[in-house]
């Protein structure tokens, strides 16, 4: 059996406007598929805070990560 337990909702770290602005970055797909990967790490618990996001911001884009 799977039981669920409900809680609160995860906090956003950091909005698609934040990527675009801190990182110079342009609208495009790219935004969403990083904002995915942090989504990712949330869950995981590899990240809890917005530091942590931004953090993981940069080590994508420095690694030239395949978005």
């Known amino acids: 059996n ?3 337990q409900k809680t609160a909702p995860m906090p956003r770290l950091i909005t698609g ?3 675009m602005k801190d990182f110079n970055l342009s609208e495009s797909p790219a935004i969403g598929k990083i904002l ?3 989504r990712e790490a949330q869950i995981n618990g590899s990240i809890r805070t917005r530091e942590d996001a931004i953090e993981l911001v940069k080590d994508i884009l420095s690694r030239g990560v395949e978005l």
Do not use: A, K, Q
Request: negative net charge.
């Open 2 to 4: 799977i039981y669920f």
């Open 17 to 19: 406007d934040d990527l």
């Open 36 to 38: 995915e990967r942090i």
